[in-house]
């Protein structure tokens, strides 16, 4: 029974006279008793609900996220204009967008703060899927603006669909693989996970120079299954954070 | 609100940082003593629900606290033992930060991180940067992020860590006035700290809760126990190696020791009132 409903039950009670009910009168105790304890439970105080804490999240962390996506996406464009041939080069590029999102995802445990955040309401939890969405709308924006150039500096539209894919297997890959470590709490591979995506943008790049062929129309079908089996892991590992978050448990590395 | 701590085990290995602790904590302070390494902190954590037991389980008012989510970190406030902090953000944005994961709407935490940098007398440090704090103003600003949701369960491990005399004195005003109707764990190795504002006192070690009281039933415990001997300089090195010496200090030619012991050490030696530091140490030898 809400508070408002036990209130107008009350009063009605009230005006009907001034007899007392014995049954009820256990029965209305044995509520306020309920109602006490259940605020006894709860803090009482109004918090604040997810999207309020995303724009909190935006406030405190936006800097770093989208800063760090616009520091790479300046890189990554004089790159693509310097480039001959620079369709192919988009896999080497989008890892580092899956590596400017790293001190933003990890920024509590370089500074220690993983313990004492992980005690808040929004604990680990909330607090990487609220960064999770900043990154990926900056990383959404960054990806089409990358794109929006190669189409200028090759001057045609031909293949778009293909350079989505070279863009989007090499970026699932990498983010799949950083949430996976961050999920299995292994704090001292996250630089071992570093080294790889900037080595994984090497090869990408020796590809696009050794392996011409996969870059064909020829290949799509291949990039297309890459594509379906990474983003089978990326869903997979943002499933488990969201599961995480709806039963209020804690995720990722803490203190 | 009663928390019920219930055979509550840790392992690491081979070692049992926690070994099956169980009590149960009503609404007072409760002062966690130990030495180093006899599992304070991660009993601790363990009831704060961000470490994992090996076994056993911890219940708020019979519900098991994993199972309560967000809405049992919601009650607590918790400083950790070695915490980091942004260097970046001032006092006031690290508290707002703060505020923030606790889901405490923007304007309510304006007014109370303003209430709390008075409370912790840092109001005047507010827009400087944690970079430039001591070691005792990060501390402050440690306990107030604690406060912050007014927490009904306060977990404190070291606060007073770094803190001068009088802000200790401060701490323990604050920790007394904050109290009532609330469950506040703090540990320490200062035991006048608990012996101001501790209700209960917990006493670990090696993994184990080996005693939980009040300060005066334990303090009686260690009545008829505490003894005072004035030596020489050369005996009281003797007397160091051969007994539990809890405190000496020099008395013109002679020390006079001050002896933790079953029986009278010496025919010389006499008795003296108890403290609960006396106990303290009387359980850490024995």
């Known amino acids: 029974m809400k508070n408002r409903e036990l209130k107008t039950y009350l009063q009605s009670s009230l005006q009907q006279g001034a007899e007392i009910r014995h049954e009820k009168k256990e029965e209305i105790t044995a509520q306020c008793k309920k109602i006490m304890r259940e605020q006894e439970k709860s803090s009482g105080e109004e918090r604040t609900s997810f999207w309020q804490f995303l724009s ?24 693509i204009g310097m480039i001959q041939g620079a369709a192919y080069y988009v896999p080497a590029f989008t890892p580092l967008f ?28 909330e607090m990487t899927l ?17 794109l929006c150039m190669v189409l200028y500096v090759r001057q045609s539209s031909d293949g778009i669909g293909r350079m989505i894919l070279y863009g989007l297997v090499p970026y699932l ?55 379906v089996i990474f983003s089978g892991f990326f869903c997979r590992e943002i499933g488990y954070i969201l599961e995480r978050n709806r039963e209020g448990k804690l995720y990722g590395i803490i203190g | ?22 009590t149960v904590l009503k609404p007072g302070v409760y002062g966690l003593l130990g030495e180093n390494g006899a599992g304070k902190t991660t009993l601790m954590r363990m009831i704060c629900a961000i470490l994992e037991s090996t076994s056993g389980e911890v219940f708020l008012d019979g519900r098991e606290v994993t199972s309560l989510g967000a809405d049992y970190r919601d009650l607590l406030g918790y400083l950790p033992q070695d915490f980091g902090y942004y260097p970046n953000y001032t006092a006031q944005e690290f508290l707002l930060y703060m505020a923030a994961l606790k889901g405490i709407p923007r304007s309510m935490a304006r007014k109370r991180t303003k209430e709390l940098l008075e409370v912790v007398g840092l109001n005047d440090a507010a827009a400087k940067k944690l970079k430039t704090f001591s070691g ?36 323990r005003n604050l920790i007394s006035d904050y109290a009532a109707g609330r469950i506040v764990i703090l540990s320490t190795h200062i ?36 003894w005072e001997l004035a030596v020489s300089p050369a005996e009281a090195k003797i007397w160091q190696e051969k007994a539990a010496v809890a405190n000496l200090r020099h008395e013109g030619e002679q020390v006079v020791l001050r002896i933790l012991s079953d029986s009278k050490p010496a025919e010389e030696a006499v008795s003296c009132e108890a403290a609960l530091e006396d106990l303290y140490l009387y359980s850490m030898h024995g």
């Open chain 1, 173 to 227: 890959v990498c983010m799949s693989a950083l949430l996976r470590l961050i999920r299995l709490c292994k704090k001292e591979k996250i630089f071992v996970c570093a080294a790889a995506m900037m080595g994984s943008c090497v090869a990408w790049g020796v590809s696009a120079k050794a392996l011409p062929q996969i870059y064909e129309a020829s290949a799509t079908g291949l990039w297309i299954l890459l594509f």
């Open chain 2, 136 to 171: 005792g103003m990060k501390q402050r600003v440690g306990i107030a992020q604690a406060l912050l949701n007014q927490p009904k369960i306060l977990i404190l491990d070291e606060p007073t860590a770094g803190l001068d005399p009088k802000e200790r004195v401060r701490f």
């Open chain 1, 98 to 125: 899956a590596l400017a999102v790293m001190p933003a995802l990890l920024r509590s445990q370089f500074y220690k703060m993983g313990e004492m955040e992980a005690v808040t309401r929004a604990s680990g939890t």
């Open chain 1, 56 to 79: 909190d999240v935006f406030r405190f962390e936006g800097l770093l996220i989208f800063g760090l996506q616009a520091g790479v996406l300046f890189l990554v464009c004089i790159q």
């Open chain 2, 191 to 226: 035991v006048s700290d608990i012996e101001a504002i501790a209700d209960e006192v917990l006493l670990m070690k090696k993994g184990k809760l080996v005693l939980q009281g009040t300060v005066s039933g334990l303090t009686k415990q260690a009545e008829g126990k505490v």
């Open chain 2, 1 to 22: 609100m009663e928390l019920s701590v219930d055979r509550l085990t840790k392992q690491y290995g081979r070692k049992l940082a926690v070994d099956c602790v169980s």
């Open chain 1, 130 to 146: 609220a960064k999770l969405i900043l990154a990926g709308a900056a990383n959404l924006v960054c990806m089409t603006v990358v």
